[in-house]
């Protein structure tokens, strides 16, 4: 699938990645935490429809494609908020900021052309998506240029930031708002309640923050004002708690798993047989209440890790300290596929799960 001179290269492109994928700055890994998470599932959801359709990759195709994403999304991040910000400069008659912001976006944008875009979903399972020329032109940008895109990258969000503040300045925060610290550092306070069954450990939902994992009850995120942050939702019905906590019985053997599937083989000496689950579906239904439309507003959408998923993100923007209540809700249905001594049956199966998450957001 891939060109000779892709293999050759396959030494000199690991050694460029790894300089690419772990010379960001710290400062880079806050700014962008919502770029990262939707380049993170849009990497993701390539990776699973490319798996299903039989398309062959390699370890290396897909640590270039993920770096490319994440420095697409992190670009189309920047020029949001330099548009933004030229906008601001604008109207508070500012005409060097302005043009300022115009000279970085131009940049923006020409870095954005020379990015080779991704494959979707739907041109995959259409048939419709080069991917030998995809897997070449991912080689020659790594090798070529994403170190000076990455470098560029990482030197534009400080400055950026440093634009945000000087176009707020003179205006104090878009919207009327009192606080005139656009950009700094804030904090989530997450608390998550739900009922999980003591024996089975099902019944509650995972709840991520840009990408990080609320692991406590209660737990504190960094964010940043001015910048959306975003609420993943993973929940725990009974088939997906039966698939974390599963062991191997006599005669039982685990294939493989993870939060969507299972697939284990009963040998009891007169039969062997395989049993697979797959989630099906799984859509959350979502209440959000004591917001105020003034001082944050929230959009849902879904992340499509996986077929079926709807839903699962709710996206927070921000301009003052807020507080608010979610009620999430979600319903499943999974699909069992098992070779019995009777022969074969499919099955499936519905679940639920459900929880209250209290979001408090403050200056830190």
Same mark, same amino acid.
């Given at each position: 699938?891939?060109?000779?001179?892709?293999?050759?290269?396959?030494?000199?492109? @690991?050694?460029?990645?790894?300089?690419?994928?772990?010379?960001?700055?710290?400062?880079?890994? #806050?700014? $962008?935490?919502?770029?990262? /998470?939707?380049?993170?599932?849009?990497?993701?959801?390539?990776?699973?429809?490319?798996?299903?359709?039989?398309?062959?990759?390699?370890?290396?195709?897909?640590?270039?494609? %993920?770096?490319?994403?994440?420095?697409?999304?992190?670009?189309? =991040?920047?020029?949001?908020?330099? !548009?933004?910000?030229?906008?601001?400069?604008?109207?508070?008659?500012?005409?060097?900021?302005?043009?300022?912001?115009?000279?970085?976006?131009?940049?923006?944008?020409?870095?954005?052309?020379?990015?080779?875009?991704? *494959?979707?979903?739907? /041109?995959?399972?259409?048939?419709?998506?080069?991917?030998?020329? $995809?897997?070449?032109?991912?080689?020659?940008?790594?090798?070529?240029?994403? *170190?000076?895109?990455?470098?560029? #990258?990482? @030197?534009?969000?400080?400055?950026?930031?440093?634009?945000?503040?000087?176009?707020?300045?003179?205006?104090? %925060?878009?919207?009327?708002?009192?606080?005139?610290?656009?950009?700094?550092?804030?904090?989530?306070?997450?608390?998550?309640?739900?009922? #999980?069954?003591?024996?089975?450990?099902?019944?509650?939902?995972?709840?991520?923050?840009?990408?990080?994992?609320?692991? +406590?009850?209660?737990?504190?995120?960094?964010?940043?004002?001015?910048? *959306?942050?975003?609420?993943?939702?993973?929940?725990?019905?009974? +088939?997906?708690?039966?698939?974390?906590?599963? %062991? =191997?019985?006599?005669?039982?053997?685990?294939?493989?798993?993870?939060? $969507?599937?299972?697939?284990?083989? !009963?040998?009891?000496?007169?039969?062997?047989?395989?049993?697979?689950?797959?989630?099906?579906?799984?859509?959350?239904? #979502?209440?959000?209440?004591?917001?105020?439309?003034?001082?944050?507003? $929230?959009?849902?959408?879904?992340?499509?890790?996986?077929?079926?998923?709807?839903?699962?993100?709710?996206?927070?923007?921000?301009?003052?300290?807020?507080?608010?209540?979610?009620?999430?809700?979600?319903?499943?249905?999974?699909?069992?596929?098992?070779?019995?001594?009777?022969?074969? +049956?499919?099955?499936?199966?519905?679940?639920?799960?459900?929880? !209250?998450?209290?979001?408090?957001?403050?200056?830190?």
């Amino acid at each position: 699938m891939k060109s000779l001179s892709s293999a050759r290269s396959f030494s000199r492109a @690991t050694a460029t990645l790894a300089v690419c994928i772990f010379s960001t700055t710290a400062y880079s890994q #806050v700014i $962008y935490q919502s770029a990262d /998470l939707i380049a993170r599932e849009t990497v993701n959801q390539i990776q699973y429809t490319m798996k299903d359709l039989g398309i062959p990759t390699s370890q290396v195709d897909i640590k270039r494609m %993920e770096f490319a994403v994440q420095q697409q999304q992190r670009l189309v =991040e920047l020029r949001k908020r330099l !548009t933004l910000a030229s906008r601001e400069f604008s109207s508070n008659n500012n005409a060097s900021g302005a043009k300022e912001c115009q000279t970085d976006l131009a940049r923006v944008n020409q870095m954005l052309k020379e990015i080779p875009q991704p *494959p979707t979903a739907e /041109l995959l399972k259409k048939n419709k998506f080069n991917c030998p020329s $995809y897997w070449d032109n991912l080689n020659s940008f790594t090798k070529l240029r994403a *170190p000076g895109i990455e470098k560029a #990258v990482n @030197t534009l969000g400080p400055k950026v930031e440093k634009l945000e503040k000087g176009s707020k300045g003179a205006g104090g %925060e878009s919207g009327g708002g009192s606080n005139a610290t656009g950009g700094s550092a804030y904090e989530a306070v997450v608390t998550v309640s739900a009922t #999980v069954d003591a024996k089975t450990k099902a019944g509650g939902v995972d709840v991520f923050i840009n990408g990080v994992k609320v692991d +406590r009850t209660k737990q504190s995120v960094s964010i940043r004002l001015g910048q *959306p942050f975003v609420v993943k939702l993973v929940a725990v019905d009974a +088939r997906r708690a039966f698939i974390r906590n599963f %062991e =191997e019985p006599t005669n039982t053997t685990k294939n493989k798993s993870d939060d $969507y599937m299972i697939s284990y083989t !009963t040998d009891n000496g007169s039969f062997k047989g395989t049993t697979t689950w797959n989630m099906s579906s799984e859509e959350y239904l #979502v209440g959000v209440s004591g917001l105020n439309s003034d001082s944050a507003q $929230y959009t849902q959408s879904s992340s499509g890790l996986q077929p079926g998923i709807k839903n699962d993100l709710i996206t927070f923007k921000f301009t003052r300290p807020f507080q608010a209540t979610i009620q999430a809700a979600m319903s499943s249905e999974w699909k069992s596929h098992a070779q019995r001594p009777g022969g074969i +049956r499919d099955g499936s199966e519905k679940g639920s799960a459900k929880a !209250t998450i209290q979001l408090n957001i403050y200056p830190r």
